[in-house]
């Protein structure tokens, strides 16, 4: 979260891990967030089956939905991504249910937390990543690229796992 109204945001690992956590939920893809003063707003395709009549087989319909997580919305996904973390919700294994977007936006999050930008855009196509960092120069703010692959992050989030103890999928 922010300091103080203005500053850049603190913790984009645990701000972005949150937001991944809802887009696993909603069971959207080939997402666009772009941050904006208060917040961050997010675009996304979500699949969900129509029935053209009893005798059709279903077929998936997409469509792209938008969503406003303002700061207050961050903070409660925040909240209860703890207590969800606290909690026991992957059953007897003890493993916390997590999906690709809690992941991978997490390792995303931690990558642009060591850039310390004043705002962030990012877009995904097919599991890799195109990054905008806003970033403050001598000169004055300019932005910068980056691009991590879906092996990279795959890689990325194996290896995260590695070292909290748990094992990649397989």
Known sequence: MRIYEGSPRQDYEEVLRTIGAFLDQRGMGEILLTEVPDGFVVQGLVG???????WAEPRLEVEKETYTFVDDDITRFLEEAVARRDGDPGGSSGAPVVGQYEDTLRIIGRYIDQQKPRDIALLEQDGAYVIRVLMATRQGARHVLAEFTADELRSLVDAGLSWR???PPP
């Open 165 to 167: 103890g748990g094992r």
């Open 48 to 54: 969900s089956e129509a029935r053209v009549s009893a």
